[in-house]
């Protein structure tokens, strides 16, 4: 587990050398939204992404974007009351 969170740093580490304008990190989650998003939708997240999401609640590089789970989304589907 230790190995997938360097490797996950290390990615981190290397959008933190694009500038501003070509990199997106999002704000960490703090709340449990991952965890009751997969008892949705029946389905554990692979370990790596639920770091990288945890930390940095979707990013972007160069316009190819994945998205995190926000608030908004979260209350949509009912995952935050």
């Known amino acids: 587990m230790t190995e997938i969170i360097n490797r996950c740093e290390l990615v981190v580490a290397e959008f933190n ?34 770091y990288l999401l945890k930390k940095h609640n979707g990013f972007s590089l160069n316009g190819t974007e994945v998205y995190g789970i926000d608030e908004s989304l979260a209350l949509l589907i009912g995952l935050k009351r």
């Open 17 to 50: 050398k694009f500038s501003e304008d070509l990199v997106y990190l999002g704000r960490p989650i703090s709340d449990n939204r991952l965890e009751v998003f997969e008892s949705q939708i029946d389905f554990i997240l692979p370990f790596d992404f639920k």
